[in-house]
């Protein structure tokens, strides 16, 4: 069925440095793809989303490039800051949503 | 928008009371889930509405709990009775027309079954 395997935490960073969290997909057609962070003691946010295949989601400095050939959707930042230290959920939307099971990022000064 | 509302922010009881959770989905919005999410389980889905009808209660636990949309703008899950186990911060979110819209989440609720 229809999955979404996102990397495992927790990620623990310094200042300004560059970010990769992996996201694979498994789906029979072609799904939209997005990625959703959780600040402590909020719900989900959207955080950028693509619709199909090499369509690049972009906000707030992250970017995301769907990639149906590696059936992939990995998350990516050049520079962390503190305030990025939040959870991060890759998903899937096609016959139904799932959400990854997230992965905990911290970024220490 | 004042996005999706949910109440009450905290709710602390005992084991064996009632407890209802409520939440208004944004405007306009056709599609409603429920959510539990816990250290150990992660985020799981309780309940999908669409247009005010239950279309995948597959995620409820068991039958203490039910849920309810009367009208496009406001649902309501409640917990009878409520076991420790059920501790846990419940979303309410919204969506479009599709279930695979993007969906818009609500700021939780966070239950302590005692």
């Known amino acids: 069925g229809d999955s979404v395997t996102q990397m495992e935490g927790p990620v623990t960073l310094s200042e300004e440095a560059f970010l990769t969290i992996n996201c694979t997909y498994t789906a029979t057609g072609y799904p939209s793809l997005f990625w959703y962070v959780q600040y402590p003691g909020e719900g989900l946010q959207l955080l950028l989303k693509a619709t199909k295949a090499d369509d690049k989601g972009s906000n707030k400095g992250f970017e995301a490039t769907y990639r149906k050939e590696t059936t992939s959707f990995h998350l990516e930042k050049g520079s962390v800051q503190v305030s990025d230290s939040a959870v991060y959920f890759c998903a899937l939307g096609f016959n139904q949503f799932y959400f990854g099971t997230g992965t905990s990022l911290t970024v220490i000064p | 928008d004042a996005g999706v509302i949910q109440s009450p922010r905290h709710e602390v009881t005992e084991m064996g009371q009632e407890v209802t959770l409520r939440c208004k989905p944004i405007?306009?919005?056709?599609?409603l889930f429920w959510y539990r999410q816990t250290m150990m389980r992660g985020l799981e889905l309780l309940i999908y509405?669409?247009?005010?009808?239950?279309?995948?209660d597959s995620g409820m636990p068991e039958d203490r709990f039910s849920a309810k949309m009367p009208n496009a703008s406001f649902s309501t899950l409640k917990i009878q009775p409520s076991e420790p186990r059920d501790s846990a911060v419940y979303f309410c979110?919204?969506?479009?027309?599709?279930?695979?819209?993007?969906?818009?989440f609500g700021p939780g609720t966070r239950l302590t079954v005692l």
């Open positions: 509405f669409n247009n005010n009808v239950p279309i995948d």
């Open positions: 405007s306009g919005h056709n599609s």
């Open positions: 979110a919204s969506s479009g027309d599709r279930r695979t819209d993007t969906q818009y």
